[in-house]
T-cell receptor, first 113, second 114 residues
Framework: GNSVTQMEGPVTLSEEAFLTINCTYT??????LFWYVQYPGEGLQLLLKATKADDKGSNKGFEATYRKETTSFHLEKGSVQVSDSAVYFCALSDLYNTDKLIFGTGTRLQVFP | NAGVTQTPKFQVLKTGQSMTLQCAQDMNHEYMSWYRQDPGMGLRLIHY???????DQGEVPNGYNVSRSTTEDFPLRLLSAAPSQTSVYFC?????????????FGPGTRLTVL
């Protein structure tokens, strides 16, 4: 079945460091891919998405490119801030039932000043 | 708009007790879903609904019931709580149509079953 694998956390960085959080997926067909972010004490918010191969999603300085050949959707940011500290979830949606989001286990990011 | 609201925020139950987690949205979204979040497992879909009167099972439906009598509300019922249901529960909603419409999540309910 469909699945998402994320790198283990926590990821600990200093402010202004470069961030990469790895995400790979297994799916039938060509699903849509997403990054959601969960700030402390809050629900999840959509950070960015890509709906087809080679699409790049971007938002708030974060980027991720849908790579079909490597089945990956790695999240990157060139210069993190303390306010980026959160848990990041990679997810995919079933091609035929977009209500069914399949999430990775989440990666906690901690950014220190 | 309040978005997606959930009550209660925290709840402690004893094994065998029943309760209902409330979820409401004021965005006139057709689709609503319930997820549970457990450490090291991400979020897993419990039940979902594509409109009033229509519900379906997700990945982990056992031990939970849902109904959708109105567009706005989508309560999740635990009939006989078990310690394995200790988790954080999130409700989500989205608009129908299109290739993909963003899901909006509520703030969550933290449930502990003793």
């Amino acid at each position: 079945g469909n699945s998402v694998t994320q790198m283990e956390g926590p990821v600990t960085l200093s402010e202004e460091a470069f961030l990469t959080i790895n995400c790979t997926y297994t799916a039938t067909g060509y699903p849509s891919l997403f990054w959601y972010v969960q700030y402390p004490g809050e629900g999840l918010q959509l950070l960015l998405k890509a709906t087809k191969a080679d699409d790049k999603g971007s938002n708030k300085g974060f980027e991720a490119t849908y790579r079909k050949e490597t089945t990956s959707f790695h999240l990157e940011k060139g210069s993190v801030q303390v306010s980026d500290s959160a848990v990041y979830f990679c997810a995919l949606s079933d091609l035929y039932n977009t209500d069914k989001l399949i999430f990775g286990t989440g990666t906690r990011l901690q950014v220190f000043p | 708009n309040a978005g997606v609201t959930q009550t209660p925020k925290f709840q402690v139950l004893k094994t065998g007790q029943s309760m209902t987690l409330q979820c409401a949205q004021d965005m006139n979204h057709e689709y609503m879903s319930w997820y549970r979040q457990d450490p090291g497992m991400g979020l897993r879909l419990i039940h979902y609904s594509v409109g009033a009167g229509i519900t379906d099972q997700g990945e982990v439906p056992n031990g939970y019931n849902v109904s959708r009598s109105t567009t706005e509300d989508f309560p999740l019922r635990l009939l006989s709580a078990a310690p394995s249901q200790t988790s954080v529960y999130f409700c989500a909603s989205r608009k129908a149509g299109g290739t993909y419409n963003e899901q909006f999540f509520g703030p969550g309910t933290r449930l502990t079953v003793l």
